[in-house]
């Protein structure tokens, strides 16, 4: 036995050397690791520069650039991008350029297979061949910057390029062009929505397909003075045989867009002056996507959101006037359904005869695997994604799919318009800057400091032969071919409107009288009409702190609209439902944190969602599924027909699906938050759900890294908080403001900023998640322009040296 001992005891203590081992290892690693936060205050000396740039940041490490021309402003962003957010940028160039295989393996091979048929890499190439000399001096500054970083780094990568083994390429100024063409495709979804009614249009017959996909319009007009009506119009004009389409790929984490903007004229201000309120709504994740900085040179000086890896504000204000965007949901991409040649299958029919397919060949590296090769077929429309494995979908026999989408137009001048935001003395130059705006089409508000306010729904806008965009259309008649674009004079706008306000909440641009088609998918007027009502009960002496209420506004149209509705179709209850109903009875209808009111309604909605049209939709139930108003409002208005599940053969009535729902919904959120309806809150369900593209992934880094601070709002509230219905976790908050900001065109100085996690791109830093606590609480910070100002809210101070 007492060698069996000392066998046993020789591999015990091998055991715990080789643990002890592994944890010195990850402790060292950890602590090299910690190295790669940037160093904020050691002077530097960097080659490229044409004199010395000061960088001051304040508490939260939001920076200061003070440099003596624009290129060294544009280099040292791109200097700061590197140092905070390389790998976010790595991430957003290899999405674009489909090379995300070549780090991650074969699970990334469908995204590649998505960005090489699309062609966004393509497209960034031909519109940097167009691009003026002024832009092209400011990506090549920019990008001189980063790659200044890359190659004279004194401290390890950040984290993830560790755990990828990765070192990143120079970055170029068409990677810059590409972020910008990434988030124009992500932010035109209307073709995704195109694609799912031609799923549906597989399985639904003509009525249901038109009751759950409906055209949405009507809400304020853009000055505010419309009263909200009923927001659902009538007609389908596309015949369903023609809706044979693809899937609605993702093209990333920030998914589509929906925002709040206003402005309000100084007649109604306190200080004569305007105020413009911005919080565009993207898709949730860490880091956010913004990174907030001041750019200071003698010919400039702008403040506000830039996305790293693009050289230049998106969203701010520079010495005169200040801007916000908000997604117009115009119809800015199609889907044709192309016919082969039956004598020629490498070519497909046009109104003028077979023209053939162009085609290419893309090789894609994969990771731990042999390269995969793809070949392309475009059309006359675009690019053919039913090629796609995952983009194909039952058809006409031999046909294919092309998406047409004006962000592949070569020639995109959308940049140069930025560029000309930045450089803006007063309304009129934003308006001629404006013209270049040509995806995605966006509602740009903006405001100056002589007064003006005012909005325009920038963008190109296809003219359509025929049909209205809303499902495939015959490539080779030609019925549904773009001939021609809306002229900017023909888009919708209003510039200093009798009211004294402009706003828009993603709501409809345009009346049915308008000039031009725009779109028929927006979203619903909920939050325009909210907007509308805060901003007609400060007739005047309207200031900053009104318009963050506005920004912080948790009422819902949707309770106010469904709660006591809901609670009469019930009928008298007993026990925990009563206790839930009375708790509904006296609520206020705003989405408060600490209320379990908004927890029973919103859970009793995505149950009642569920068991009216869950059999309807089988497995495209998931991406439909929400609060659904419009058809809600139809059931609860005499259309009892869709509360019988066709899949059970008894006959529901709509009393027996609300009193199942609200039971369904009571048992889960027992499992959930206990037996007691009182005791529930709305925050210990519904928080921000911000977790790192790739940690969230790797157990243990997932919850170190996530950020999730509880959150009110939801998802028709001003502070929105949209969840996810369908998803695993649907009380989550997936999608919101990671930006809000309120302009004081009296005083831009006093302009008030915030972001979603923090400045930094790196969970070592204590920058990563500093700002998320004033984010979700609805509060700011203030980037003044003043040096003064600077010095008193400095923590720190560097300088970037030419060598």
């Known amino acids: 036995m007492r060698p069996m001992r000392k066998i046993f005891g020789w591999i015990s203590w091998t055991l715990m050397a080789l643990v002890a ?17 940037p160093d904020d205050r050691d002077d530097q000396s960097v080659a490229g520069l044409h004199g010395p740039v000061r960088i001051v940041r304040d508490s939260h490490g939001i920076p200061h650039i003070l440099s003596r021309d624009r290129h060294d402003a544009f280099f040292a962003l791109g200097r700061l991008h590197a140092q905070e957010r390389l790998f976010q940028m790595e991430l957003g160039r290899r999405l674009g350029r489909g090379e995300l295989a070549a780090v991650m393996g074969a699970t990334a091979l469908p995204m590649d ?12 190439e031909a519109d940097y061949a167009t691009a003026s000399p002024d832009l092209k001096a400011a990506l090549a500054a920019y990008a001189d910057g980063v790659n200044s970083w890359i190659a004279g780094r004194d401290r390890p990568l950040p984290p993830e390029f560790t755990l990828l083994i990765l070192e990143p390429a120079p970055w170029t100024p068409v990677d810059s062009l590409l972020v910008g063409k990434m988030m124009a495709l992500m932010l035109t979804g209307n073709w995704q929505l195109e694609a799912l009614r031609a799923r549906l249009a597989a399985r639904l017959d003509g009525e249901t397909l038109e009751f759950l996909t409906p055209p949405v319009g009507g809400g304020p007009a853009p000055d505010g003075a419309a009263r909200l009506p009923d927001f659902a119009a009538a007609g389908m004009d596309e015949a369903l045989h023609r809706t044979l ?32 309120a911005n919080d565009p709504h993207l898709g949730l994740a860490a880091p956010g996507l913004w990174y907030l900085a001041h750019l200071s040179a003698p010919d400039m000086n702008v403040v506000g959101a830039t996305l790293p890896g693009v050289p230049f504000p998106l969203l701010g204000h520079n010495d005169h006037v200040a801007w916000g965007l908000t997604t117009t949901g115009g119809d800015t991409a199609d889907l044709f359904v192309e016919t082969p040649d039956p004598q020629d299958a490498g070519r497909y029919l046009t109104p003028d005869g ?29 690019p053919v994604i039913s090629d796609m494995p995952a983009g194909d979908l039952p058809r006409p026999a031999g046909t294919a799919l092309a998406l047409a989408h004006t962000a592949l137009i070569p020639g995109d001048h959308t940049p140069q318009a930025l560029l000309g935001f930045i450089d803006a003395r007063n309304a009129d130059d934003f308006l001629a800057a404006a013209h270049n705006f040509m995806s995605p089409q966006q509602n740009l508000t903006y405001a100056d400091d002589r007064g003006t306010i005012g909005m325009v729904s920038a963008g190109l806008v296809p003219i359509r032969r025929s049909g209205d965009g809303r499902l495939p259309a015959d490539g080779a008649s030609g019925a549904g071919d773009w001939v021609g674009f809306v002229p900017f004079e023909g888009l919708p706008q209003v510039r200093n409107p009798a009211s004294g306000r402009v706003l828009n909440a993603n709501n409809a641009v345009t009346g049915p009288d308008a000039p031009y088609f725009i779109g028929k998918d927006y979203d619903l007027p909920y939050r325009a009409g909210r907007l509308a009502e805060l901003l007609a009960a400060v007739p005047a002496g309207y200031g900053l702190d009104d318009a963050a209420r506005g920004q912080a506004d948790t009422l819902s149209p949707f309770a106010v609209e469904f709660t006591d509705r809901l609670i009469a179709l019930y009928g008298p209850a007993t026990g925990r439902a009563a206790t839930a109903i009375d708790l509904l009875k006296s609520w206020d209808r705003h989405m408060s944190a600490e209320s379990p009111a908004p927890l029973i309604l919103t859970a009793w909605a995505r149950a009642v969602n569920r068991r009216l049209f869950e059999s309807r939709l089988g497995l495209e139930f998931i991406g439909w599924a929400g609060p659904r108003p419009l058809q809600l409002r139809a059931v609860l208005g005499g259309e009892s027909q869709w509360c019988d599940d066709p899949a059970t053969p008894a006959v529901e009535t709509c009393e027996a699906q609300i009193r199942g729902a609200l039971d369904d919904a009571l048992t889960e959120l027992a499992a959930l938050q206990g037996g007691d309806p009182a005791d529930w809150r709305w925050d210990h369900a519904h928080a921000a759900d911000m977790r790192h593209p790739l940690f969230r992934f790797v157990p243990g880094l997932d919850g170190a890294t996530a950020i999730t601070p509880p959150l009110p709002g939801g998802d028709d509230t001003l502070l929105r908080a949209a969840m996810r219905f369908g998803g ?25 900023f915030v972001i979603s996690t923090g400045e930094s791109g790196n969970p070592y830093s204590p920058h990563w998640d500093d700002l998320a606590p004033l984010w979700a609480e609805v509060r700011y910070v203030e980037i003044p322009t003043e040096p003064a100002a600077i010095e008193k809210t400095a923590a720190s101070h560097q300088q970037f040296l030419p060598r």
């Open 21 to 37: 081992t592994l944890v010195v290892t990850g402790v060292a690693i950890a602590l090299w690791l910690v190295r790669s936060v």
């Open 113 to 124: 297979t998505y960005a090489r048929t699309i062609g966004a890499a393509r497209a960034a």
């Open 245 to 276: 389409a693809a899937a609605a790929l993702s093209t990333g984490p920030i998914g589509p867009g929906a925002s709040n903007a206003w402005a309000v004229a100084g007649d109604h201000t306190a200080t004569g002056k305007p105020i413009l």
């Open 354 to 382: 077979p023209q053939p397919f162009e085609t290419r060949q893309e090789v894609i590296d994969v990771r731990f695997a042999a390269p995969v090769t793809i070949t392309v077929r475009t059309t006359r429309h675009g």
């Open 728 to 752: 695993p976790t649907p009380y989550a908050a997936v999608h919101g403001a990671g930006y809000r900001a309120i302009y004081d065109l009296a005083d831009l100085d006093r302009s008030r």
